[in-house]
């Protein structure tokens, strides 16, 4: 990092929006509908009978009434105090895969032949989106090492949950799904690696690190039994570590009669590197919306690829995506099918990006998104152990992490009271999004998550770095402007008392007016 | 080292990864990967076709592609069962489009503030539009949004049955399914039809409400398109019964037909991409869940608060409400899992509600009734065609080709010629109502549109 590293004067829009249902007028409108035809008016002028009295509604719906521009400048200030990926690096978000979402795969989403498609259309009038979802099947088995996919889950957990109810299909048709109740995952493997088995039914057992990071295989062997009905776990995990014993553990786990599930969230650094299937799993899942470059949209819809090896296929939810080498099907025949997650084919429209993201980068090109994430990941940490009291999590070994890593920021916190929490806080006080701490159980004390991706350029990592070391030397020279942030930001602190009092959680308006009116009331 | 730049991948210049490997003390990047175990490395480049590297390449290409689809766009469609053909207004897509709301992902409060807004008054709009207490982030689609409410209903009532219309959509049949967990819901019994009107069977609802039931779903609209007229009496008996009423609705209709909240319903669901998302081939699904405040602690999904700030001077947006429901905090013991939703749509039904406020909802609610109802006479018109629900109906109704002699298969495919997407095809998964179709009607579809229809019908079928 040169000396030169400049930090931004940033400071947020901060445009005290009202709330929309404040910035009601009566009789204002925001767009008119279109009034049936003189000939229609003519035969069904009276609604009566055609609403039944029972259930007709008898006062209009409590909603605001606003006119165009005022809906459309309300709106524009929100994006304006949302700090997205397409205006900052955001190298905080680990686990989060927040790259880079190419513009012209939105000009692509946003053509009619797929905004306007309905999903019931016959299928030869829907040929272009089925050899879409077809030809993006191809990749995803190639980049899986596995043999069949379904788009259908619209997230990572929908794909673990949709994973782990083929699981009980498959201990079902051998006669042993009763004996076989319990899953076994990993703390580091993401939340939803043991909330998708456990929706359907499923005990859950998790296993903890050794000292160096690895879930213990020790353990493992320990609570394999003829009960275990699969392993869900990630790797590499969230601390950044690949798992070199990942073979071993499918190993152990299939000598005890389970089936192997890895987490592929963290795809990013090893797409085009190592594949799930060569390590021996049976069924894994890709986020399209993280390593594939789909936008996040403030929170999805996103996509999952769930891949799976021959034997499982048949289990996959309905439909499956076929090509008879003449026209795209929609194969609905499929008896031992556990049924749908998600409607319809799941999100066509992030595999459609998703599509065109592998076609615009080939092999070489994933492999340089591989190459260029795990460089970028080593040389942020060379850049941030250099700050006094940031430091890896799990051992000062050469171990190499590869997408993120899990910092400790504990040295920290015990010299001046300053919390990872904080620092994530003030660190948008540079421009910068918050960084993720951890997953919950907290491993790792103070935990600090940066994941930058191969969008990520020099100046932007050293950008990141020197933001944190301005930080902690914040930390232990001027604390009180850490405790006090963020000064740049949407907003000032919030009141969090909510948290000890969870009666003031107000999610709608509605709570929160009934609220404030009362306290005004009694005060 | 690769040849190519690519656009989407700084750091690619030569001196810039050398200095980077040097600063790291590597020789190359291959050193990074060290810790893959030789075995488990792929030797070999993925199979793959060749890149179009060229942004101009690559957009002819998927163009070219996507051009064998022929959208609803370019014919006229009466699909609807499930996914929605409405106008969706330019604003909705011009602010869903801003790249802040696009790219943006796991924020907190000062740094993603308005977005969180959005999305709290996604939140709050459509708890007014339902007239329910709470709801959060949204759910994948009304199929899951369905699934959590029956399971909330069951956690709720520690019961594990729950009674469901025999016309209910197949394809929630099929999600329920996926869900097994024995713990929860582990039983559906499907309550009968009235074979003349469509609508529940209150003798049968009776008989199957037993104290062991945690709710009974209802679907208004029903998937057969019929007003379920009798939803505050299916609610008396279920809450009798100590049942709760879960009602599943399109909130397209809510302009003019009662909010569940109105009718008593504990929980409601359903899908909200008729409020001004695309069907993008069924990705635009927007489920939700609301709920009486009461069951807050069984909502699975994250919930966007607002919160005053400590200066007193304003407000600002949480969106970690109760984590202890939540998979990110608890883990197996989660409510259900959760993940990531389809928050920018939620934003887009948050613009649309807004364009429309009440008004627009009343109006676009009695045109579509009207112009359904105007297709529906149209078609009672013509020869052979049946009608054999007989309640009155939102923006679908059944239509029977017994008459014809021709299959909806077939006559779909004499439709499809005359460049007409027919009604879906209901033969397959209600072979009691014999061959017949389910047609939506909206206020994109004119009366020339409706006309065209009808008459093609009268031909094809003649």
Known sequence: MTDQTRLRRFHSACWDEQLLTDMSVDGERGILVPTPEREIMDAFHSLDGLVPASVARD???????????????????????????????DIGQGTCTTKYNPKVNERLAGLPQMTEMHPLQPVE??????????????????????????????????????????????????????????????????????SGPAAVGYEVITLWPDDRGYPDLAALEAVVSDRTAAIFITNPEDVGLYNPQIDQIVDIVHGAGGLCYTDQANLNGVIGRARAGDAGFDMCHFNLHKTFATPHGSHGPGCAALCVSDYLARYLPLPIVTFDGHSYGLDFDRPDSIGRVKDFVGNAMVVLRAYAWVMNLGAEGLKQVA??????????????????????????????RLDQIRFTLEKITRDTGITAADLSTRITDFGLQKFWLSHHPVTVPEPCTPEPTETNSLQELEEWAAAMRQMVEEAYETPDVIRTAPHNGVTTRLDRSYLERPELTYVTWRQWKHATEKAASVS | MSEVVYPYIPNSAPETRAAMLNAIGVRGVDDLFKDIPDRLLLKRPLKLPAPLLCECDLERHVRGILARNVSCDDRLSFLGAGSYQHYVPAVVDSMIARGEFLTAYDGNAYSDGGRLQATFEYQSLLCDLLNMDVTGFPSACSLHATNTALRIASRVTGRHEVLVPATMNPRRAQ?????????????????????????????????????????????????????????????????????????????????VLASPGDYGAD????????????????????????????????????????APTLDGEGFGFDFFALP???????????????????????????VYLSLMGPQGMRDIGETIIRKSHYAKSLLADTPGLGLPLAAPHFNEFVVNFDGTGRTVAEVNASLLEKGIYGGADLSADFPGLGQSALYCVSEVHSADDLRLLANALRDVTR
């Open chain 2, 267 to 306: 929980i409601a669901c359903g899908d909200a991409q008729p409020l001004g998302v695309h069907m993008n081939y069924g990705g635009g699904a927007l489920g939700f869940v609301a709920i009486r405040a009461e069951y807050v602690m069984e909502f699975p999904n994250l919930m966007v608060n607002i």
């Open chain 1, 59 to 89: 006062r209009p719906p409590n909603l605001p009434e606003l006119a165009q521009p005022q809906v459309v400048r309300h709106f524009s200030r929100l994006s304006q105090m949302t700090m997205g990926g397409d205006v900052q690096s």
């Open chain 1, 371 to 400: 190459d260029t994430t795990v460089l970028n990941n080593n040389y942020l940490a060379e850049l941030l152990l250099g700050i006094p009291g940031v430091e890896y999590s799990y051992g000062t070994d050469d171990r190499r």
């Open chain 2, 324 to 350: 202890e429901r939540l998979t990110y905090i608890a883990r197996e013991n989660a409510k259900e899992y959760t993940g990531t939703m389809a928050c920018l749509w939620a934003i887009a039904a948050a």
């Open chain 1, 125 to 194: 009038t829907a040929q272009g989106i089925l050899e879409i979802l077809h030809r993006a099947r191809g990749f995803m088995m190639e980049i899986a090492g596995m043999d069949e996919v379904s788009f259908q889950p619209g997230h990572g957990g929908q794909a673990v949950m949709a994973a782990a109810a083929m699981v009980k299909a498959y201990h079902e048709a051998r006669g042993e799904a009763h004996q076989r109740d319990q899953v076994i995952t990993t703390i580091h493997s993401h939340p939803c690696n043991p």
């Open chain 2, 175 to 255: 999600h329920l399914h996926a869900y097994r967990r024995a713990e929860e819901v582990a039983t559906f019994t499907s309550v009968d039809a009235d074979s003349e009107t469509g609508l529940m069977d209150m003798e049968d609802l009776r008989r199957k409400l037993t104290p062991e039931v945690a709710g009974v779903l209802v679907e208004n609209p029903t998937y057969l398109g019929v007003i379920e007229s009798q939803v505050r009496e299916i609610g008396e008996a279920a809450h009798a019964m100590g049942a709760l009423l879960i009602a599943c609705v399109n909130p397209m209709s809510l302009g």
